[in-house]
């Protein structure tokens, strides 16, 4: 009876039992979660400065703490309002406050032990309160509120330090002895201060240690745009992850790694800024997978497009590698086309390149490769590129059978280049047909 093991791409001729076996530990084959977009806080008066904050689609408010909000509150800079809107899409938002300020206060009072700071700088401070309220079985109940809206209570608390140990989240209560009862306490003198542009590149340079798809970087400033655009193509080029940015009216452009947003739409009474609407399409690029274009794809809740372009400003703008908003023939306020800033088609780069579903195709495939191909797994031997041509065509069918590539030949599609590969250092050919959507249909109708 013929046996031994088999290639589950091609089968074998001869009947019999062929066996695999293989450790699930090591078996990587599968792509990324997508869906994961960073906002900077660039307005924001409440939280910790320099941190990321990881909100998720399941718990969108897990941070209202840090927040100083619910993400469905409006906020008079509208900073809530870039992740409630990335949120029609993202699967996870990383929120990090840029700017920074001062922390409200409240000092003690005479026969008042208790001093009060903001947990986090900023105006959103000044909102805070505590009252100190006799308890009738003993001791004293503290209510922490914020806008009118309790946030925290504690009862029975005798000292302060019994207060402190609670390690409420909006407020950092210090002082010493007994507590005593007392009336609504305000907290003052919260400030906010605006973000530097050290502050920005700082953040742009924290990117690395974050796994991201798209970044939503709503800032106008030319300079920071460039330097938004330099990280996004040091970490697609030097590091080796494929994500993307998406920033309003761009001049850093002609690059597959930046999606330029020229317009913008009106959800309910808001009329969403250039900058603003950068949130949700980063979402909805993020979120996108290799086998999904965006090219007519609804904006849920928009009612209208803000700054609409003319036929002739539309096609100018195409060309220009703009990203921009436009209503379709049902009424629906949709994506116009779904592609990126590139414009220059050479060294390489055809004008495939210039759409974003291509460029996740190319990204997901590369992910794939680095995860399944790491450093020492493999010998570099006749055996061992064996063992990772059939891991790179089991790949490439994976591809190909979930509808991201097309024409495969098996046989030449992943190859190691046995000529070069020696010692420590292994080279591949690969080959990748991407598949992109249908956008553009003609019809050649003959009458009779």
């Not at 400030?191 to 050290?198: C, F, G, I, L, Q």
């Not at 292994?426 to 598949?435: A, E, I, S």
């Amino acid at each position: 009876m013929a046996g031994g093991t088999f290639n589950p791409l091609a089968g074998k001729d001869r009947p019999g039992t062929y066996i695999n076996f293989k450790s699930a530990k090591n078996d990587s084959i599968g792509i990324g979660e997508r869906g994961i977009v960073v906002i900077p806080l660039l307005n924001h008066n409440w939280g910790p400065v320099g941190e990321f904050l990881e909100l998720t689609a399941a718990a969108p408010d897990g941070h209202m703490a840090e927040l100083g909000f619910s993400i469905y509150d409006n906020d008079a800079n509208r900073q809530m309002l870039l992740i409630r809107e990335a949120f029609k899409k993202a699967a996870t938002v990383y929120a990090y406050r840029v700017n920074g300020g001062t922390a409200a206060r409240a000092t003690a009072s005479e026969g008042q032990p208790v001093n009060a700071a903001a947990k986090h700088k900023g105006t959103r401070g000044n909102a805070l309160s505590f009252s100190v309220v006799a308890n009738p079985t003993g001791g004293f109940d503290v209510t922490v509120s914020l806008s009118g809206d309790v946030v925290a209570e504690y009862a029975g608390l005798k000292t302060v330090a019994d207060l402190i140990a609670q390690d409420n989240a909006y407020i950092t209560f210090s002082g010493t002895g007994n507590l005593a009862a007392t009336a609504g306490v305000n907290l003052e003198g919260g400030a906010d201060t605006a973000a530097e542009n050290s502050a920005v590149t700082a953040f742009l340079d924290k990117l690395e240690g974050i796994k991201f798809n798209t970044l939503a970087f709503p800032v106008t400033d030319s300079a920071l745009q460039n330097a938004a655009k330099t990280k996004i193509k040091y970490i697609r080029e030097n590091i080796g992850r494929g994500v993307q940015v998406v920033m309003p009216d761009t001049a850093a452009n002609d690059y597959e790694g930046v999606i330029s947003v020229t317009n913008s739409v009106k959800v309910g009474d808001i009329s969403l800024t250039h900058a603003e609407a950068c949130a949700w399409v980063a979402a909805a690029t993020a979120a996108a997978g290799n086998v999904k274009s965006n090219t007519y794809e609804p904006y849920e809740g928009a009612t209208e497009v803000v700054d609409p372009k003319s036929h002739e400003q539309a096609v100018a703008a195409i060309k220009n590698g703009e990203l921009f908003f436009s209503v379709s023939e049902a009424g629906t306020v949709v994506v116009e086309y779904d592609i990126n800033t590139l414009v220059t088609f050479s060294n390489g780069k055809d004008k495939s390149y210039r759409k974003n579903r291509v460029i996740r195709v190319f990204d997901t495939f590369a992910e794939m490769v680095r995860l399944n191909f790491p450093p020492n797994r493999y010998s570099n031997d006749e055996v061992g590129w064996g063992v990772m041509e059939g891991m790179g065509r089991a790949i490439l069918k994976q591809f190909e059978d979930a509808g991201a590539i097309a024409d495969v030949d098996y046989d030449k599609d992943f190859l190691v280049d046995r000529g070069k590969s020696e010692a420590d250092e292994t080279y591949f050919n690969v080959g990748l047909k991407p598949v992109d959507s249908a956008e553009k249909l003609y019809f050649q109708i003959a009458t009779r």
